[in-house]
T-cell receptor, first 114, second 112 residues
Framework: KAGVTQTPRYLIKTRGQQVTLSCSPI?????VSWYQQTPGQGLQFLFE???????NKGNFPGRFSGRQFSNSRSEMNVSTLELGDSALYLC?????????????FGPGTRLTVT | DAKTTQPPSMDCAEGRAANLPCNHS???????VYWYRQIHSQGPQYIIH???NNETNEMASLIITEDRKSSTLILPHATLRDTAVYYC?????????????FGAGTQVVVTP
């Protein structure tokens, strides 16, 4: 079974631009979560989607948004990029939210904002 | 969710068992202990989880004390590829939404 895939793997953007990252979960998984990882803050939860609905959200500004499609694929968008948004963005999927937090992470998208 | 305390770093010799401690003294009865690891610049990898019984899988063993206030992840025969940051996380199981709260973890370095 293929793992979680994220595209693109690397991205360089300029301050003020916007960016869209994509995540394809493991086949059959309907929950997708997004995390941001930076050297200073570590791994921080952004949001989780299940059945195309956002189920929970972390403490990030409204510039960070996401969505999930009917095939469970998910995208996250960051508008008006700031230098501090440079980070590794990780997507994780899990099969059944009632089954616990055995999540499977993708390789991440490395975003650099200049 | 209960907070966890882990040592910031530990070394282990290749081929020996690595025992990674985690303290979660405020854990509630319905909270599970999860272990993940992250090899440099990769996404975290799920290792194992448990509620109160000891658990074993092909990667590791999880020993939870009887009072559930601490646990130990055991890598039975550490290899160089086990060098990673290991995260111990406590989370409510079952039908719940939310996040895995990652702390700083333990940086494990396996040496030849």
């Amino acid at each position: 079974k293929a793992g979680v895939t994220q595209t693109p793997r690397y991205l360089i953007k300029t301050r003020g631009q916007q960016v869209t990252l994509s995540c394809s979960p493991i086949s059959g998984h309907r929950s997708v979560s997004w995390y941001q990882q930076t050297p200073g803050q570590g791994l921080q939860f952004l949001f989780e989607y299940f059945s195309e609905t956002q189920r929970n959200k972390g403490n990030f500004p409204g510039r960070f948004s996401g969505r999930q499609f009917s095939n469970s694929r998910s995208e996250m968008n960051v508008s008006t990029l700031e230098l501090g948004d440079s980070a590794l963005y990780l997507c994780a999927s899990r099969g059944n939210p009632t089954g616990g937090y055995e999540q499977y992470f993708g390789p991440g998208t490395r975003l650099t904002v200049t | 969710d209960a907070k966890t305390t882990q040592p910031p770093s530990m070394d282990c010799a290749e081929g020996r068992a690595a025992n990674l401690p985690c303290n979660h003294s405020t854990i509630s009865g319905n909270e599970y202990v999860y272990w993940y690891r992250q090899i440099h610049s990769q996404g975290p990898q799920y290792i194992i989880h448990g509620l109160k019984n000891n658990e074993t899988n092909e990667m590791a063993s999880l020993i939870i004390t009887e009072d559930r206030k601490s646990s130990t992840l055991i890598l039975p025969h550490a290899t160089l590829r086990d060098t990673a940051v290991y995260y111990c996380i406590v989370r409510v199981g079952g039908d719940s939404w939310g996040k895995l709260q990652f702390g700083a973890g333990t940086q494990v370095v396996v040496t030849p």
